[in-house]
């Protein structure tokens, strides 16, 4: 979910209440035992600021996509890597997942840098062809693959940024680094779809007039793309 958390903004170009959309897709993507992932979503946010210092976002998040099985992490069973050499280990499967997450924190603009610190909870949702599958092949010790299709996880965030001109005239460009942890799992068996914890990096740059557009990269992906719109109350 690529959401980034609002800059800060001097005088007037400061409100207190914002929301925003984004439309965000990953063209390629590698994740824990799986490969070729293409994706395309969007998401609705909304932040809220109060003594000054403070923050509170929340956000909603949806996509769609397909992706393959594969081995690049972790041991694999042999049974994993035969059925890999069928045609169903062959197919694409398709998938959509849900995600909500709310986040507390502080943020600072010091002369031309702004940074930042946060943390919240994250809750996930999947399905599609591909979830049956895994689930399939759990069933028939194939693959060790504990992840639940409903879960929720604790995350933390930090971030530092650069004001583009006084008073950030022409927009900020900063740095967001986001950690979701999930459950430690084991080193043994073919597992898919699961991490001790996932770490997200992006650089986004924001105008004063409310665009916005950046690309991350993630320990699940390859690289994503987002652009957006915030409005400000």
């Known amino acids: 979910m690529p959401v980034y958390h609002e800059p800060r903004w001097s005088g007037e170009q400061q409100k207190n209440f914002t929301v925003g959309v984004d439309l965000f897709g990953t063209p390629y993507g590698i994740g824990q035992n799986v490969d070729e992932v293409h994706s395309v979503g969007g ?6 600021r109060f003594l000054d210092v403070f923050f509170v976002q929340a956000a909603f998040a949806g996509n769609d996509g397909s992706l393959k099985f594969d081995c690049n992490d972790k041991p ?31 943020d600072f603009n010091v ?16 399905n599609g062809d591909y979830e049956d599958k895994r689930k399939e092949l759990m069933e028939r010790d194939v693959i060790y693959s504990p992840a639940e ?8 965030g930090i971030w530092y940024g650069f004001n583009l001109g006084k008073n950030a005239r022409y927009g900020v460009i900063k740095n967001e680094t986001r950690i979701v942890f999930s459950d430690d799992l084991s080193e043994e068996g ?22 916005h557009g950046g ?3 993630s320990t699940q992906e390859l690289f994503s793309i987002n652009l957006g719109k915030t409005f400000s109350f």
């Open 215 to 217: 690309v991350s990269t």
């Open 76 to 106: 694999c069973w042999d049974k994993y890597r035969e059925w890999m050499n069928s045609k169903e280990g062959g197919d694409s499967y398709s998938f959509w997942s849900l995600q909500e997450q709310a986040m507390l924190g502080l």
């Open 43 to 48: 998401d609705l946010f909304a932040q809220y």
């Open 149 to 156: 299709s409903n879960e929720i996880f604790p995350m933390v």
């Open 190 to 211: 073919s597992l898919i779809g699961g991490v001790g914890s996932a770490m997200s990096m992006g650089l986004v740059y924001y105008h004063p007039s409310g665009f």
């Open 111 to 126: 002369g031309f840098v702004q940074f930042g610190f946060g943390g919240g909870v994250m809750l996930s949702q999947s």
